[in-house]
């Protein structure tokens, strides 16, 4: 099947430094990429939707300035959270989509990021 | 604006027992999936139910799509500690892919 790549699985970085997450679809192009946040014991929570070569559509409350998403290729996606700070802590999920919204979503394995 | 509500938050079961998570959307759906994510995995897709009142089964798990299709159901029969995580309902409306709040199974051996 559809495998989704996301790197580092695990960050810890200081508070007020720059993190970047990187989601890769390894085995097909995606035309559309999501971005989400998981708190524990709860549903993932959209952050914002790309399109390779466009700007990312950002939900409601998401700050665009604080998370960057870059969507340069139909296999990348990258999400950087800058000026982190320890409420950002958090398990961030990307996944990937071929085709129209009704399509499967796969999903990347998650990345933690601490941050202290 | 859009939601996907799914009952019960949590459930408790002992290994054998039935169990069954509930999916309500406020608006129509293309179509529905279910997802599973182990604690501390990530979300596995399962299946997509597209036609309106479709029934299908894997083994033990049965996936029901509303008449309406902005209901769904997931039944487990005789839950096995394996079944333990959570489970998510998700949808398209539009441009939009919704997920619902899911459900946390716990199987008590």
């Known amino acids: 099947g559809a495998v989704v790549s996301q790197h580092p699985s695990r960050v810890i970085c200081k508070s007020g430094t720059s993190v970047k997450i990187e989601c890769r679809s390894l085995?097909?192009?995606?035309?559309?990429m999501f971005w989400y946040r998981q708190f524990p014991k709860q549903s993932l929570m959209l952050m914002a939707t790309?399109?390779?070569?466009?700007?990312?559509?950002?939900e409601q409350g998401v700050e665009k300035d604080k998370f960057l998403i870059n969507h340069a290729s139909l296999t990348l996606s990258t999400l950087t959270v800058t000026s982190a700070h320890p409420e950002d802590s958090s398990f961030y999920i990307c996944?990937?989509?071929?085709?129209?919204?009704?399509?499967?979503?796969?999903f990347g394995e998650g990345s933690w990021l601490t941050v202290v | 604006g859009q939601q996907v509500m799914q009952i019960p938050q949590y459930q408790h079961v002992q290994e054998g027992e039935d169990f069954t998570t509930y999916c309500n959307s406020s608006?129509?759906?293309?179509?529905i999936q279910w997802y599973k994510q182990r604690p501390g995995g990530h979300p596995v897709f399962l299946i997509q139910?597209?036609?309106?009142?479709e029934v299908k089964k894997q083994k033990r798990l049965t996936f029901q799509f509303g008449e309406a299709k902005k209901n769904s159901s997931l039944h487990i029969t005789a839950t096995q500690t394996t079944d333990v995580g959570t489970y998510f309902c998700?949808?398209?409306?539009?441009?939009?892919?919704?997920f619902g709040t899911g459900t946390s199974l716990t199987v008590i051996p």
């Open positions: 996944s990937a989509q071929v085709g129209s919204p009704g399509n499967t979503i796969y």
């Open positions: 085995d097909f192009q995606a035309t559309t």
């Open positions: 790309s399109n390779e070569g466009s700007k990312a559509t950002y």
């Open positions: 608006t129509t759906l293309s179509n």
């Open positions: 139910l597209v036609k309106s009142g």
């Open positions: 998700a949808g398209p409306s539009g441009n939009q892919f919704y």
